[in-house]
């Protein structure tokens, strides 16, 4: 089956002219890479965290968002991660795109200019229809939340 495809107008800003446009790094990739646009080799402090800039605009199609995930492959090999996983871009947004990474590991990480910070997957949302009501209908699970089903 094919993938649904979509046009994604993108904006490589002056400062990342050097840097690829995000892409897809395999045929069955959901998410495109993000590449960091910052002017020097950047460290982290454990448990720091900075909002790295991607030198890229887009505008989003109505219907859809960006969800900015973390790589699994920093994950792993730096401790590198997101502090809000997924981050969301709404379609009306147009500002540069940039990502929130925290260094999770107990030692100093540094990111270089170019490098493959995080993925966007994009997403079609659907809008609720907010309907106040005095009563919901009960289900079996109810009102079991946070660990309800064992550890």
């Not at 910052?38 to 859809?64: C, H, K, N, S």
């Not at 990474?101 to 200019?113: A, F």
Request: charged content about 20%; aromatic content about 4%; cysteine-free.
């Amino acid at each position: 089956m094919e993938p649904m495809a979509i046009t994604l107008p993108i904006q490589r800003l002056p400062e990342a002219q050097d840097l690829p446009l995000p892409s897809y790094a395999t045929e069955g990739a959901a998410g495109f890479d993000l590449y960091a646009a910052i002017p020097d080799a950047l460290t982290l402090q454990p448990m720091e965290r900075r909002r790295i800039p991607t030198g890229v605009r887009m505008a989003i199609p109505p219907g859809y968002e960006g969800q900015i995930r973390a790589r699994s492959g920093l994950a792993l090999n730096k401790g590198l991660g997101m502090v809000n996983a997924p981050g969301t871009i709404d379609s009306d947004y147009r500002g540069e795109i940039a990502v929130l990474i925290i260094n999770w590991s107990d030692e100093p990480q540094t990111i270089r200019r170019g490098e493959r910070i995080a993925q966007m997957v994009i997403a079609p949302v659907a809008r609720a229809q907010m309907q106040e009501t005095a009563a919901l209908e009960e289900t079996a699970r109810g009102s079991g939340g946070f660990g309800h089903t064992g550890t």
